[in-house]
């Protein structure tokens, strides 16, 4: 009679089962904003000419459980954004048409996280994310909602290290 797994399978199993045990035991986890450690914390966002960027913290603080307060006296924490700004940069031109193939969107804002005794926890600091995109003047419309796209997934991604920042001063 045969033996269900062969010896190098059996090897290969303990070997594979060992890898994962040293992986687990070694607290490896994936980058995510994790903010189960501020649940309980009563949280303001406050906008100052960054809707974009308010509406997206607000968009994942409530995906993870946590409901911002309405007002600045209710929150123990508020996240003041800023200064939001997109702008658009050519990095190529075509050498036979002279019409730029390639550009970079900048996206910068002011984010400032403090307590609300008025203690400052962290100052003012700007957040910024840079994506690069093409342009072909053949696809006009696709490349303008893939802009829009790219202008969202960049908040998105701010937004996540805005909550990264907030857990941090929190913590």
């Known amino acids: ?13 303990v070997g594979f089962a060992f890898l994962l045990m040293g992986l ?20 303001y966002v406050q906008s100052s000419g960054a809707s974009v960027l ?44 002279g019409k730029a193939e390639e550009y970079q969107v900048n996206y910068t804002a002011m984010v400032k996280i403090s307590s609300q005794d008025g203690g400052s926890t962290a100052r003012a600091e700007p957040v910024v994310a840079t994506r690069d995109l093409t342009f072909d003047e053949g696809s006009v419309l696709g490349k303008v909602q893939e802009e829009s796209i790219l ?17 941090a001063a929190i913590q």
């Open 54 to 97: 308010a509406t997206e913290v607000k968009k994942q603080l409530i995906e993870a459980g946590i409901e911002p307060v309405s007002s600045a006296s209710e929150a123990e924490y508020i996240v003041t954004l800023s200064n939001e700004t997109f702008k658009t940069k050519v990095l190529s031109v075509s050498p036979t048409t």
């Open 1 to 13: 009679m045969r033996p269900l797994i062969s010896p190098l399978n059996r090897a290969t199993i």
């Open 24 to 43: 687990s035991a070694c607290g490896f986890q994936l980058r995510g904003t994790n903010l189960e450690g501020i649940q309980d914390t009563k949280i």
């Open 151 to 167: 202008k969202k997934d960049i908040a998105k991604q701010v937004a996540a290290s805005v909550l990264r920042r907030l857990r």
